[in-house]
Nanobody
Framework: QVRLDESGGGLVQTGGSLRLSCAAS????????MGWFRQPPGKEREFVAA????????YHVDSVKGRFTISRDNEKDSVYLQMDNLKPEDAGIYYC??????????????WGHGTPVIVSA
C-alpha cells in the first residue's frame, strides 16, 4: 500500500513560481518511478513529468520543458515539482502518482489527493 500526500499548491501570478511536494508513505520508495499529472478545469487528467526510481532519468512534457523540473529525495521518500514562469494554462489540480512509465503513457495505481494550482493573469 502506498499513500501519497501532496502540498505546495496555491494562487500565483503569471510568471511566478511554486514548488509542489509529495510525501510518500511506503515500504520502499525507490521501488517506484514517480510522476506528476494535472487536471485543468473541465479537462482530462494529463501527464506532466516523471522521474526514475533513483532519479537518473526524467521526462517532462513539451509544454513545461524549461519551466518545470521534477526531482526526488529517496532519503525523505519525497518527490518534488519546481514550477517556474507559470502560465494561466498551467492551472489545475496537480496529482502525485507512484509507478508511472517515464513517458507517462502508463499510469501507476497509486494517487495522492491532489493540490490546486491557480495562476492569475
Amino acid at each position: 500500500q502506498v499513500r501519497l500526500d501532496e502540498s505546495g499548491g496555491g494562487l500565483v501570478q503569471t510568471g511566478g513560481s511554486l514548488r509542489l511536494s509529495c510525501a510518500a508513505s511506503v515500504d520502499s520508495f525507490s521501488d517506484y518511478n514517480m510522476g506528476w499529472f494535472r487536471q485543468p478545469p473541465g479537462k482530462e487528467r494529463e501527464f506532466v513529468a516523471a522521474i526514475s526510481r533513483f532519479g537518473d532519468q526524467s521526462y517532462h512534457v513539451d509544454s513545461v520543458k524549461g519551466r518545470f523540473t521534477i526531482s526526488r529525495d529517496n532519503e525523505k521518500d519525497s518527490v518534488y515539482l519546481q514550477m517556474d514562469n507559470l502560465k494561466p494554462e498551467d492551472a489545475g489540480i496537480y496529482y502525485c502518482n507512484a509507478g508511472p512509465s517515464l513517458n507517462g503513457i502508463t499510469r501507476g495505481i497509486y494517487w495522492g489527493h491532489g493540490t490546486p494550482v491557480i495562476v492569475s493573469a
